[in-house]
């Protein structure tokens, strides 16, 4: 232990040298504001800096006023000032390190009488019996080590004894550099000496614990606080329960603060918002809206850091209600809400879809005089344009330039994606050059989004355009941008371009992804170009990129409009070999491609496997089974599938009832009694009236004959111009040149 003490006593008079000069200065300042400025005893003015003129000839004219002057001319005042701080830590340290000095110097006085008294007995034993104990009798005389033996509380030869306070700023020091333990051992050497450690001690160990996170220990402290019978007050206990919540252990935050009050300590509002802020942060809303009513009961006012926590729990939690409640409750209690209280409820409108909420309360911010941010504008932005109101997004992007607040590349990019998926290429390209005028750098997802709406319009030309504009302002292209243009020359059915910037992605050296394969393997399959599509789709197994579902549909499709059945059949056996999940698109292609080939069985077959794996066919898929058996003349299964078409919760449309007639004129004999029937009844079934095209009519023709048809037509009231193209459509009970709603189906074949 003294070996410790020593350290210590040497590390304290290294920092006593160190501050030699500060004690000189510390001796002559007050002698010169003394003389000075006698009207300022306690030197409140001796560095305040006044540049009047008055003030200047004031000091020039006083006595050492002209060397005050030089030193704060060099800025030596501020040092001065640091000096003195300094000496006041090394003057209340001061006793402990005299202390320890003596202590040591004494153990080395201890040590040197202890050899040689060790000399002088070695030495008596050369002599006669009787002289040498006359020696050993005269030794102890000398007092060599009587003086050693003393206790170390009585030896106060160097005039000064550690006091609690010296302790205590010692422990300070070390609790400041995270030096627990080194705090602990005074504490510990405070009792050896019999030094009572006092509140402002057992505290500043407590808290140091807490700062490192140590909970354990800081509830030590705070017990043998008490077992010594120092009482504790609030600090020490907020000390505690700032290191549970720190932790993330709410409820032994709460265990201590319910203490603190048993204890008859009023709690102030640092307590409770550790504890408020543990249960918020831990998701436990309504135990952290409990413990701030709680707060207010007592008296203690709430701050922005109690409410601010409430109100964002409230909002991540979804519950806008209680957030505003606690908003409102905030500013009512006179407490000034920030910018952050404000951005927490608009953010929970804004993910609640409450747009018109989120902006209620930016205005409330606005008119309260705070200086929204670039997060408050721009959640309200991302809202709007998340939800297709693109003027409203534009107009708010327009607010927050005009008041000042810089837009960054988040704000624009949702405008300029709510303007792209409207399909408004002109705004969303315009406010693209707006950004980039604004001095604010657009980013790949910036030109991106415009060159998806570039490909959503089959624009080649301007997809490509944008993408070199991209490149030539040094924004490095990846693969979602290339997919982009891409997808513009599928959509336009220019296969080969998009099979070109696909090489073109190989070259740039990025890594296709599963979409950049789909897409060409999509442009091919909708060409008809099945071997095409068969090839880039094994390319891409032999880059071992994984086909998904959408790949394996375009080849399927592509087979299927070939009318090529077993193809078609092997690549949806490969999509269920891959573990994938095939769609209803899956199979309705190859069902198609069954019934365009006349394996109307084997389509019927494909369709009660995919009913077993709940796949919910639609009526596209109903109507190219019905077309198989439609082809054959085989009315009774077609009428089946009505049937069951019927009882899946779809209601046929022109193009299955155009097949259903059809199976009536390919039936032998035909059968043109069922087919007015089945054209009558879908005229009944339709409120509105039934809307026919010329696939229905010429159905009609095959199943009547043309003279019938015309007559049966007449007597319904339908006047059909056979002159009229195909596309033209007509309504029963209305005009000829009504559209069709049932014939919506059409497109979808």
């Known amino acids: 232990m003294s070996n410790v003490g020593s350290s210590r006593s040497t590390m304290t008079f290294a920092a006593t040298h160190k501050g030699f000069t500060t004690i000189v200065m510390l001796l002559v300042a007050p002698v010169l504001a003394e003389q000075g400025l006698g009207s300022d005893p306690h030197m409140t003015n001796l560095f305040q800096v006044d540049s009047s003129q008055d003030t200047v000839s004031k000091v020039s004219s006083q006595p050492y006023g002209g060397i005050l002057s030089v030193v704060d001319q060099l800025g030596l005042i501020p040092r001065l000032q640091d000096c003195i701080e300094e000496m006041f830590l090394i003057l209340a340290i001061l006793p402990l390190a005299m202390y320890f000095a003596n202590k040591t110097k004494a153990n080395k006085a201890k040590a040197t009488s202890g050899n040689e008294c060790k000399e002088e007995t070695a030495n008596a034993k050369e002599l006669d019996a009787p002289s040498a104990k006359q020696k050993i009798q005269k030794k102890p005389d000398k007092g060599c080590s009587q003086e050693s033996r003393r206790p170390v509380s009585s ?79 609030v600090i020490s206990y907020n000390s505690v329960i700032h290191a549970c919540a720190k932790k993330g252990e709410c409820e032994r935050a ?31 809303v309504e135990r952290a809206e409990q413990w701030l009513s709680t707060m207010h009961e007592a008296g203690v006012e709430g701050d922005v850091v109690s409410y601010s926590v409430v109100i964002d729990a409230c909002a991540r939690a979804g519950n806008i209600i209680r957030a505003e409640h606690w908003l409102s409750t905030m500013i009512e ?70 008041s000042g607040v810089k837009a960054n590349v988040i704000c624009y990019n949702s405008v300029i994606n709510a303007c792209a998926k409207a399909g408004n290429l002109e705004r969303a390209s315009n406010w ?70 696909l090489s073109k992605i190989l070259t740039a050296g990025f890594a296709p992804n599963v979409n950049s394969y789909s897409t060409v393997i999509d442009a091919f399959a909708k060409a008809g170009d099945v071997e095409k599509a068969e090839s880039w789709i094994k390319k891409m197994l032999q880059q071992k990129v994984p086909p998904n579902v959408v790949s394996y549909n375009a080849v399927i499709h592509a087979c299927g409009r070939a009318g090529d059945a077993k193809r078609a059949r092997h690549w949806l056996g ?99 009694r069922r087919a007015q029937e089945a054209f009558r009844s879908a005229c009944r079934d339709s409120m509105e009236g039934i809307e026919s095209n010329d696939f229905v009519f010429r159905a009609l023709d095959r199943a009547l004959g043309r003279d019938k048809a015309d007559a049966f037509l007449q007597d319904m009231g339908i006047h059909w111009d056979r002159q009229r193209k195909p596309s033209e459509y007509y309504q029963y009970g209305s005009t000829p040149t009504s559209r069709s709603r049932l014939s919506s189906g059409v497109s979808e074949l």
């Open 432 to 501: 693209l050059e707006r950004m980039e005028q604004a001095g604010v750098m657009p980013d790949v997802i910036s030109y991106s989004t415009v060159i998806h709406a570039c490909a959503r319009n089959g624009d080649v030309a301007a997809a490509e355009s944008w993408l070199q504009r991209m490149l030539s302002r040094g924004i490095e292209a990846n693969v979602i941008s290339y997919n982009a243009v891409m997808d513009a020359c599928a959509k336009a059915g220019h296969a080969d371009q998009a099979e070109e910037w």
């Open 254 to 284: 709460e265990l201590w603060l319910s203490k603190m009050l048993k204890a008859g300590l009023q709690a102030n509002v640092t307590s409770y918002s550790a504890v408020i802020d543990a249960f918020a942060k831990a998701g436990h």
């Open 155 to 233: 030896d106060k030869s160097c005039g000064l004894e550690p006091s609690v306070i010296s302790y205590n700023t010692a422990i300070d020091s070390c609790a400041k550099n995270g030096n627990i333990a080194e705090a602990e051992w005074y504490i510990a050497k405070m009792q050896e000496m019999q030094v009572e450690p006092n509140v402002v001690t057992f505290s500043t160990v407590i808290h140091a614990c807490a700062r490192v996170g140590n909970v354990q220990k800081a509830e030590f402290w705070l017990s043998r606080m008490a077992s010594a019978g120092v009482e504790a007050n």
């Open 333 to 402: 209690q006179g407490v000034a809400a920030n910018v952050i209280c404000y951005n927490s409820v608009i953010n929970a409108c804004a993910k609640a879809k409450d747009i018109n909420r989120g902006e209620a309360w930016l205005t409330k911010m606005i008119d309260a005089n705070l200086a929204a941010d670039v997060v408050s504008y721009g959640t309200v932005i991302h809202a709007n344009a998340k939800a297709g109101h693109v003027v409203r997004a534009e107009k708010w992007l327009s607010k927050m330039s005009a």
């Open 574 to 672: 490969k999509l269920l070999s891959d573990g994938l999940e095939p769609s209803v698109k899956s199979y309705g292609a190859v069902i198609d491609a069954c019934a365009r080939a006349g394996e109307q069985d084997e389509a019927l077959d494909l369709f009660d496997e995919m009913i077993n794996r709940d796949i919910r066919p639609s009526l596209v898929t109903f109507t190219s089974l019905a077309r198989g058996f439609a082809a054959k003349g085989d009315w009774a299964k077609v009428e089946a599938v009505q049937e069951r078409l019927s009882k899946a919760g779809l209601a046929p449309n022109t193009h299955f009832l155009s097949t259903l007639i059809i199976a009536y004129a390919n039936a032998r004999p035909r059968q043109p």
